[in-house]
C-alpha cells in the first residue's frame, strides 16, 4: 500500500506561507549557540526590559479575583473605553469604544484588519521597506501587495508621486507605519498630509496605520494618520502594549476603526481565535492608567543605544545610514559590500551575507528582503550596550574583511 502522503493536500495558501527571515535567523543562532558558539544576536524586535512592575503586578491581582475565563471577542468594556480615551486625549483621534477591537497580539489585528477589507484581486499599497506581516496578511487574504521602494537617500520614505502612482482602481488598502519598522524612520505632518490629500483623490481607499511604536519616538512630532482632516472614517489605527510597554509575550494588541470595519474585524476574529486573554487585558488597564515612568526609562535608554548604533555604523566606510528619529532598530544599506568575496565565495544578496556574518563572525542580523529592501540589513537595539558594541565590532571586522 501506498503510503498516505498529506502534503499533497496542503492548500496553496499553505505551501507558500514563508516563515520568514527573522525567524529563520533567530533558529540559526540557537542552533549555534547550542553547539558551542558565541554567538551576538540583535534579530529580534522585542525590548530586553522586563514589563513594569505595576503592570505584572496588576495581572496578578487579576489571577487572583477570578478573570481566568473567556473574554467578549472585541475586548473587555472597560478596556476598550480606556482605549478610546487614550486615542482621544493622547492622539487626536475621536474614537469611541465601539470602535475598539483588542487583539491576541498586534499581528492578528493586522490580519484582522486585511481580511475585513481586502479580497481575492483587491490591492494593497505598500511602502518599502515594510514589516513582513503586511505582505503576508493581504497574500492571505489573496489579495495582491504592491511594493513602492524607496532607499537609504529618501530616508526610507518613498515620494507621494511614487505612492500615487501605484494606485489603481483596484486599490482598497494602503499601509502607513511611523515610526517604521525596519527603519525607525517618522514620518512629518507635512508628509502624511500630502498622503491624507492623495487618499481624498481615492474615494474607496482606506488606510492602515501601524502606530506602535509611538512611544519609542526620539526626535520629531508623532502625529496619527486619522487625525489629520477628513481622515478619521478613512483609517484603521493599530496599536499595542508590546513595544512601548515591554509586553511582547503577553500577545495583546488592538485596533480601533470605523464602526462598520471594526464591526467587520471582530468577526473575522471571531473566527479565528476568541477575545484575548482576559487577566492579560486587567493587566493592560494598569498599563494606560498607571505611571509612565517605566516606559520613559526605556526610551532614554533606547535613545543611547541609537546614538551609539549610529555612531559605529558611521564608522565603517561603505555602510550608508539614515537618520533613526523612532524604534529600537537601525535599517543600514550595505550594497557596497555586495558582489565582493569572502575567501572563494563571492555574496550576492544580503541573505548570503547575513548567513556569512553569523557563521564566521558570530554576529546575527536580518537581510532587508524580508523587509522588501534587499541591499540593507536590520539590527535591533533592543540588546544591552556590551552586546551592541560587540555586534558592532563584529560586523565592521566581516564587512571590511571582504574583498
Not at 533558529?27 to 512592575?53: C, N, W
Not at 502594549?241 to 476603526?257: D, E, N, Q
Amino acid at each position: 500500500m501506498k503510503q498516505f502522503d498529506s502534503s499533497a493536500l496542503l492548500s496553496p495558501r499553505a505551501s507558500t506561507a514563508d516563515e520568514g527571515a527573522i525567524i529563520r535567523m533567530s533558529q540559526k543562532t540557537r542552533d549555534l549557540r547550542a553547539l558551542g558558539h558565541d554567538i551576538v544576536s540583535l534579530t529580534i524586535g522585542e525590548p530586553d526590559f522586563d514589563t513594569p512592575l505595576n503592570i505584572r503586578d496588576a495581572a496578578k491581582d487579576a489571577l487572583d479575583n477570578g478573570f481566568t475565563h473567556y473574554s467578549p471577542v472585541a475586548g473587555i468594556p472597560e478596556l476598550r473605553e480606556a482605549i478610546a480615551q487614550k486615542l482621544r486625549t493622547e492622539n487626536g483621534l475621536n474614537y469611541q469604544s465601539a470602535n475598539v477591537v483588542l487583539a491576541n497580539g498586534t499581528k492578528q489585528a493586522i490580519s484582522n484588519a486585511v481580511l475585513a477589507i481586502i479580497g481575492p484581486g483587491d490591492e494593497a499599497v505598500i511602502p518599502a521597506p515594510f514589516w513582513v506581516s503586511y505582505e503576508g496578511s493581504v497574500k492571505f487574504a489573496q489579495g495582491k501587495a504592491v511594493i513602492v521602494p524607496s532607499d537609504v537617500s529618501e530616508n526610507y520614505k518613498p515620494p507621494v508621486a511614487r505612492i500615487a502612482a501605484a494606485i489603481t482602481p483596484a486599490t482598497k488598502l494602503l499601509f502607513i507605519n511611523s515610526p517604521s519598522n525596519p527603519t525607525g524612520a517618522v514620518w512629518t505632518r507635512a508628509e502624511l498630509e500630502q498622503i491624507a490629500e492623495l487618499v481624498r483623490a481615492h474615494p474607496k481607499l482606506m488606510v492602515l496605520s501601524d502606530e506602535i511604536y509611538e512611544y519609542i519616538l526620539f526626535d520629531g512630532e508623532m502625529v496619527s494618520f486619522g487625525s489629520l482632516p477628513g481622515m478619521l472614517e478613512r483609517t484603521i489605527t493599530l496599536n499595542g502594549f508590546s513595544k512601548g510597554f515591554a509586553m511582547t509575550g503577553w500577545r495583546l494588541g488592538y485596533a480601533a476603526a470605523p464602526l462598520p470595519v471594526a464591526q467587520a474585524m471582530a468577526r473575522m476574529q471571531s473566527i479565528i481565535s476568541a477575545g484575548a486573554n482576559q487577566f492579560v487585558q486587567r493587566a493592560a488597564l494598569a498599563a494606560l492608567h498607571g505611571p509612565r515612568d517605566g516606559v520613559e526609562s526605556m526610551r532614554l535608554a533606547y535613545s543611547a543605544r541609537r546614538d551609539l548604533v549610529l555612531k559605529g555604523l558611521r564608522a565603517i566606510a561603505g555602510v550608508q545610514i539614515a537618520p533613526i528619529p523612532a524604534t529600537f532598530y537601525a535599517f543600514p544599506d550595505v550594497s557596497a559590500f555586495l558582489g565582493r568575496k569572502a575567501g572563494n565565495h563571492v555574496i550576492e544578496t544580503t541573505d548570503q551575507l547575513c548567513d556569512w556574518l553569523l557563521e564566521s563572525h558570530g554576529v546575527s542580523l536580518v537581510p532587508g528582503t524580508a523587509f522588501g529592501a534587499p541591499h540593507s540589513i536590520r539590527l535591533s537595539f533592543a540588546a544591552s550596550e556590551a552586546d551592541i558594541k560587540k555586534a558592532l565590532l563584529r560586523l565592521e571586522q566581516g564587512l571590511l574583511s571582504l574583498k
